[in-house]
């Protein structure tokens, strides 16, 4: 209260207006309260729901939460104190009330020490005279306001929505892995004293499914005997839980397992021929075929193999002999993906990707017809070789060029470059070394060098 | 402070008694008695505009009676001079000796009637502007200081304008209040027929004593007394900017009436409508200021310092409305 005038007690109407200004300011949180907690109580529990179906970590959900929170409070506070009553509005709604010509105002506002003690003497006798008329929990009930009922109606319809829609898009949406539905059901039925042996094999099935050393048939073997299992224990099972839980697993094991195993195997055999250009260029379909063209006719399985690469958007360089999955751990996520439509692996090529495959194999079968000729001088590279933005067929924004070769070529040990048809007025190539892949040690010519370049690239590299 | 002071139901009673007093004279324009009693205890003049005929100088004439100050009245007319308001020197012989001797103006008396001022020439007006806000004139280099309590009431006729002399802003802005005399309503003016067509003509009764100067005094400083809470002040503050052009730095209130105002209120307006609402509380018996106080006195202390441009003019726009309007969108609070 701004007005303490001189060392007096307080009068009734003072003691009136701090009981006043104590219960508006109660109201006022209400209100806030009221207009604020539904909706953030709605965001969170839609954040909740959203992030129930992510792997997100609980900690992070946690963090999430517990910062939705506190955005409520920040604004909970903040629309509190715009919304508290200042003295001033008080005294003013105590004048209102009790037919004072501003009495209260004058009183709550007036700064001490100006005026003659008898004035306000006076001003607090009348004061406390129109407050009299005033009985606060009469004259001042507490109202919900409407725009607390439109929060509240809002924020239930939403959740109500949430409710229903949540789980159509997490249905949708989510597809959890198979080995971590395999752990899940493997922790389910540890939990069972009669099914603990089960439990553990399918632990074990789930660490093979993981391990990229296991060969697929292993896997696969694996995963039929362990339904065949299940299936016997489920005959024998008498509680509905048990065969409920065994069901679970069999069809997990009958879909998941086999998807993955195939798609594995797939990825794998792609890997093993898997001959692929993989760069940082904007892939543009048409005019990438155009510039990956090289010379030379393809083979039909290089071909072949070269688009499921393209189309397994592989990355990285791997090693020959080397699993997919630890060469390239995309690879088995490409792989994942491939669970959900198996089928689409088999499909044949659209045109776009024709042309991308073409243009990678012809690549790499161009690479097998190195030159015998002596290396070209003063003669312009290739315009592939220009360096980024510049050349006839730029390449826009490319920061690397790999070139892998197919495993079998790569094991024929002809690493030398020959005379390629589409080289300039029959110009040849240095006898180099055309893959920048390692060598395998066992081929006599093979470079002391672990990535030797091809010449054509070394006036590029500074 | 607190010992010399008034009581302010004492005020009240004497205020109360010079209303009664005048209105046994003047029938009808409540208002404009109190206004002109606030105006006087608070130290300012009164600038009544009417038609003639109706009882402007009766009304000044009752309140002088009753107030029992001496009264002068002037004719304004375009061939007077200021020599002829605040006086001269004149050429005396006393006891042989020749010397120049100030004869005062009927300038110095406590209640002066300027008759229709805006009769006379820029020059002899502006003769009137240090008394009233001086209170003081100087002739031949030699100041005088007026009768305290001072007051000037003048007159000028909105009709007729013909030969005239609008008074210059800066006059203007001098006066406290401006009061417009309304004709009276048919049974105020059956009441004057009564009064004034009978036999016995009613003439207000002396109210303060002959020693009234100390009584005056302390009423005025009574009035000064009288506490007004920061929201009112500050609302007072809001409606006078509100009243300024863009180009008198009054470009952050907003109302949809500026387009008709040249030039707003100056300070004196602010200062007129506090000492107005203080006046009015204590009337009313109260003595501190309430917004219904500051509403009451803004029309008066404001609409002669408003000057309107020429599309108000053309639009039959005046002060009044613009005031209205800037009342109606300045909230309270």
Known sequence: MQAQPQSQERSGAEILLDRLAAKLNRHALWDTLLLIVPPFGAAIYALLMLLRGTEMDSWAIGLIVILSVAAAMVATRFYYRLHTPNIPKVAQLADRQSGAKDHFLTLATLPSGNYPVSFITRLRRESSAFGNRIEIKRDFPYKIKRSAYGAMGASLIAVLLIQLIAPIVRGGARVAPVTARLHELADKMAAKPELKSLARKLEALAAKLEDPKASAQEKQQLAQELEKQIEEQEKREDTQENRNLLGEASGALEGGVEQQVASAKSSKEQEKGGAGIQSNLPQKGQGQSKENQGAGAGKGDSKTEAKSDLQQGNTGTPKPNEPAQQKNPQQGETADRNQTDPKQMNKEPTKEQAGKTQGGSKEGAGTQQASDQPPPQGVSPADRFYPSGEGKQSLQGAGYVTVQLPEEIAADGKFESRPGKDSKGGRSRLQVPVSNVPLPAHIPNAASEKQQLPIEYRGMIR | MEGRLMQPEQFQQVFNRLEAEVQKVIVGHHDLIREI?????????????????????????????????????????????????????????????????????????????????????????????????????????????????????????????????????????????????????????????????????????????????????????????????????????????????????????????????????????????????????????????????????????????????????????????????????????
Do not use: C, W
């Open chain 2, 37 to 333: 009693l606030i105006a006087f205890f608070a130290g300012g003049h009164v600038l009544l505009e009417g038609v003639p005929g109706l009882g402007k100088t009766l009304l000044v004439k009752a309140l002088t009676h009753a107030l029992g100050m001496s009264f002068k009245r002037i004719q304004f007319t375009p061939d007077l001079m200021p020599s002829d308001i605040v006086g001269t020197e004149v050429l005396t012989d006393t006891s042989g000796r020749r010397e120049f001797q100030f004869k005062k103006g009927p300038i110095f008396a406590h209640v002066v009637l300027a008759d229709e001022i805006n009769r006379a020439t820029p020059k002899t007006q502006s003769a009137v502007l240090e008394a009233m806000e001086e209170k003081q004139v100087t002739v031949f280099g030699e100041s005088h200081v007026l009768a305290s309590p001072f007051i000037v009431l003048a007159t000028q006729n909105p009709i007729e304008l013909e030969g005239t002399y609008p008074l210059p802003e800066a006059q203007l802005d001098r006066f406290f209040f401006k009061l417009l005399v309304m004709p009276p309503a048919p049974p105020e003016l059956r009441e004057i027929l009564k009064r004034t067509t009978g036999a016995e003509i009613p003439d207000a009764g002396r109210v303060l004593p002959d020693d009234n100067g100390d009584l005056v005094n302390a009423m005025k400083q009574l009035l000064r007394q009288v506490m007004i809470a920061p929201p009112i002040e500050d609302y007072v503050v809001r409606l006078v900017h509100a009243t300024q052009s863009d180009g008198q730095n009054g470009a952050a209130a907003k109302t949809s009436v500026k387009q008709y105002i040249r030039f707003g209120s100056s300070p004196r307006g602010a200062q007129a409508i506090i000492l107005g609402a203080k006046g009015n509380a204590l009337v009313e018996g109260r003595v501190h200021v309430s917004y219904e106080d500051v509403e009451k006195i803004t029309l008066p202390a404001l609409r002669h310092r408003i000057i309107l441009n020429f599309q108000a003019e053309a639009e039959n726009i005046t002060a009044d409305q613009v005031i209205g309007e800037v009342m109606k969108q300045v909230p309270r609070q």
